[in-house]
């Protein structure tokens, strides 16, 4: 409250001088006749030039009054020609008795229209150092303000104010540095009984209007009750037992949002000191109780400290009463409950909040954070330590949408829509205008349907870059460390992650992030480097760029039966139906391993490599992110013997490559065994064998044909082109199979 009470010192400057003129024209009697030595008298004691414009009236029994009209006392040189302070009329009077025993019993003073401005340039000086110079003794020594004290109460005595009202006053507060513009009008102010050093029941109403840049950004009507005790020589001052209602109109606010707070405060301008005791706030269902220290007072060396509590309150209906837009969050009961404690101290450039406790929903965040103002933007630091901490829950709806758009709906679900392009929106104007120093250790975190444990962040952020570098943690059975940037400097926002997960289990990590069952089972290594940029997630996918690897054991593909397609392929080349093996669709591993690159949203690999007892099995292709499709190809060999239909060995098929081929979506994947590859190995094959065959026999005829061999008589005459017509029958036989 340390700018009221320097606001009632300022605005009692004019009061106070009528009231001095008063006294010296006691022994005058003809007011109008000094009009240029009172005014010469006044610049002289101000250093700024004092007008009486308008009439001046006296009267001098039973009580001394004196009105003045068209009062004005000058501006500070450069602060341009309206005048620092004038009012309209300013009525004084003053018990003439008390003045024989050097008493001054101010009757009433009455003052209307009064006006005062105030200015502080670019530069940073004002309109009103002078004066304070003046009225403080020209910065007297310690222990000078009782001297002054004693000296003023020899000349006066004691002093009184009956009653004191204010009328139609105004107030204008321009800060040119900040470029702020704060106006009190009207206002009124009423003051009863006051005496130095004791209680005055003290009355202000009026209302303000703020501005920044030229456009108004908010109101605010006041109503304050308090008593005030003032001792001008001794130089202290308090308003204790305050208690003022506030009525805020701010922009996009449909209403008026209430607001209350009780407090004392003190004042001492020899020490440097003011103080705010038992502080009570009420505003939109916050409640904050604390108490609040201000030293070296008129110094560049302004220090303060204390203590903020705050009640359990909803954020919600805070934003909402503040005329702010509540966020749309994933969960609709996030942000219902919050608490804050904290202790604050600092300077005029720099704050700190050391404890600081945050409670919000389930979480605690507990630790320091501090704020400097000396650089070119705000500078945020913390250091926090948290128990959990659901960041979903405060997400996006479109984030949660974007995220799990790609996994299969449950039985029964209505038919997923046409996709639809879901933006994704930055606070890139609050991102450029904060720096950010900060650490976060949290036992738990939830982020993107991925709960990781023991979690160690750091976040910086410079000129609208964000960074988190790095991430560490535990989750699913292995360790994760990563980092991230977001940058809003530029027109369109840019993306970076890099992340390397070492002995995860893969499945409960996808079928989390994904949540589906996850088509990747297995226990391995993952690193992932990626780049996007955009302002929609199709704009992401599109310019996505990178590189990775992984290498996983022990594991599984659902969604494919390698086994179960090479049993299928056998069986039709056979001419046979396969029953249902009552295996899982999966196609076991011991091992896989591969990398990729990314360009432009679609996903290269070329060398996939996948291993199990069974089969060993080769990759390539490519999946396009944008358009959620497939095209690849997996060459599968078995290793070992698998049993088709009844039994029936597939022996034939060691050894033989067998390409499957994968298309369709991610959602609904395709998958076929190339046939015709297949056919035609096994013909060649069987064309070989049968070649052979006809060879050796056609070899052994020979040699029974030479001179000294025995011919068979018996031998047909066709016998020996029947290796050949073997070969037809059997290759008629696969086409009609084939059919």
């Known amino acids: 409250m340390k700018w009221l009470l320097r606001l009632l010192s300022l605005l009692g400057v004019v009061v106070l001088l009528a009231a001095v003129v008063a006294v010296f024209l006691v022994a005058t009697f003809d007011p109008g006749a000094y009009r240029e030595r009172i005014e010469d008298r006044v610049t002289e004691a101000t250093g700024r030039e004092f007008l009486l414009a308008g009439d001046i009236g006296l009267t001098l029994f039973p009580t001394i009054g004196l009105r003045l009209e068209d009062v004005s006392l000058a501006n500070a040189p450069g602060f341009g020609d309206a005048p620092f302070a004038a009012a309209e009329s300013v009525d004084v009077a003053v018990a003439m008795l008390p003045l024989l025993r050097r008493q001054l019993e101010v009757l009433r003073i009455d003052a209307d229209g009064v006006s005062l401005s105030l200015t502080r340039e670019q530069d940073g000086h004002n309109n009103w150092d002078d004066l304070a110079e003046r009225l403080a003794g020209d910065a007297a020594p310690p222990g000078a303000g009782n001297e002054r004290g004693d000296r003023e109460r020899a000349v006066l005595g004691d002093f009184s104010v009956a009653g004191m009202d204010l009328t ?168 219902q409950r919050m608490e804050l404690e904290l202790a604050v101290s600092g300077n005029a450039r720099e704050l700190a909040l050391d404890p600081l406790r945050i409670t919000l929903d389930e979480s605690t965040l507990r630790g320091d954070a501090g704020l400097r103002l000396s650089g070119p933007r705000p500078a945020v630091s913390f250091m926090l330590k948290g128990d959990r901490l659901n960041l979903d829950r405060y997400l996006p709806p479109e984030v949660e ?136 997630v199709r704009a992401l996918t599109s310019s996505l760029h990178g590189s990775g690897d992984m290498r996983f054991v022990d594991g599984a593909v659902r969604g494919i039966n390698v086994a179960r397609i090479i049993r299928q392929a056998d069986a039709r080349l056979r001419g046979e139906r396969l029953e249902d093996d009552g295996e899982p669709n999966q196609t076991d591993f011991t091992e896989l391993s591969g990398s ?67 298309s369709g979506t991610f959602a609904d994947p395709r998958f076929r065994l190339d046939l015709d590859d297949v056919v035609r190995e096994r013909v060649e094959d069987r064309v070989r064998r049968e070649a052979g065959r006809l060879q050796d026999r056609l070899l052994e005829r020979l040699g029974a044909d030479e001179p000294g061999g025995d011919a068979d008589p018996a031998a047909p005459a066709d016998a020996e082109p029947s290796g050949s017509r073997r070969i037809e029958d059997e290759l008629r036989r696969l086409r009609e199979r084939l059919r």
Do not use: C
């Open 168 to 335: 139609r006053v105004r107030v204008e507060w321009d800060d040119r540095q900040a470029g702020t513009r704060m106006v009190l009008d009207p206002a009124n102010l009423r003051l009863r009984q006051f005496q130095p050093g004791a209680d005055a029941p003290l009355e202000i109403d009026g209302s303000i209007r703020l501005e920044e840049q030229g456009e108004e950004t908010g109101a605010m009507h006041l109503r304050l009750d308090a008593l005030l005790n003032a001792d001008p020589a001794a130089q202290r001052y308090a308003l204790r037992n305050l208690a003022s209602d506030l009525e805020l109109q701010l922009p996009g606010m449909a209403g008026l949002l209430q607001s209350r707070f009780t407090t004392d405060v003190s004042l001492d301008l020899a020490a440097g000191v003011s103080r705010i005791e038992g502080l009570s706030a009420a505003l939109g269902g916050m409640e904050l109780v604390g108490r609040l220290e201000i030293r070296e007072l008129g110094r560049e060396t302004l220090a303060f400290e204390g203590q903020l509590r705050s009640n359990t309150f909803n954020p919600r209906l805070l934003l909402s009463e503040l005329g702010l837009s509540v966020p749309d969050t994933t969960d609709p009961s996030a942000l």
């Open 401 to 536: 949408q974007a995220r799990v758009s790609e996994a299969e709906p449950p039985p029964g679900a209505p038919p997923v829509p046409e996709e639809v392009d879901i933006p994704v929106e930055l606070p890139a104007e609050l991102m450029r205008a904060v720096d950010l120093d900060g650490r976060l250790t949290l036992e738990t975190l939830t982020l993107l349907g991925l709960t990781l444990e023991a979690i160690e962040v750091n976040l910086r952020a410079r000129d609208g870059e964000w960074k988190v570098e790095p991430l560490t943690g535990r989750g699913y059975e292995g360790q994760v460390e990563g980092r991230a940037t977001v940058d809003a400097s530029a027109a369109v926002p840019r993306y970076a992650l890099a992340v390397s997960l070492a002995g995860v289990a893969i499945q409960p990590l996808l079928g989390a992030l994904r949540q589906d069952e996850g088509r990747l089972v297995g226990t391995g290594n993952l690193a992932l480097d990626v780049t996007a940029a955009g302002a929609s």
């Open 596 to 662: 990729f690159r990314i360009l432009e949203g679609v996903v290269h690999n070329e060398d996939l490599v996948a291993s199990s007892p069974l089969l060993r099995a080769t990759g390539h292709g490519s999946a396009n992110l944008p358009e959620q499709t497939l095209d690849y190809r997996v060459d599968a060999t078995l290793v070992a013997t698998i049993e088709g239909q009844g039994g029936r060995s597939l022996d034939d098929l060691r050894g033989v490559n067998l390409p499957i081929r994968i």
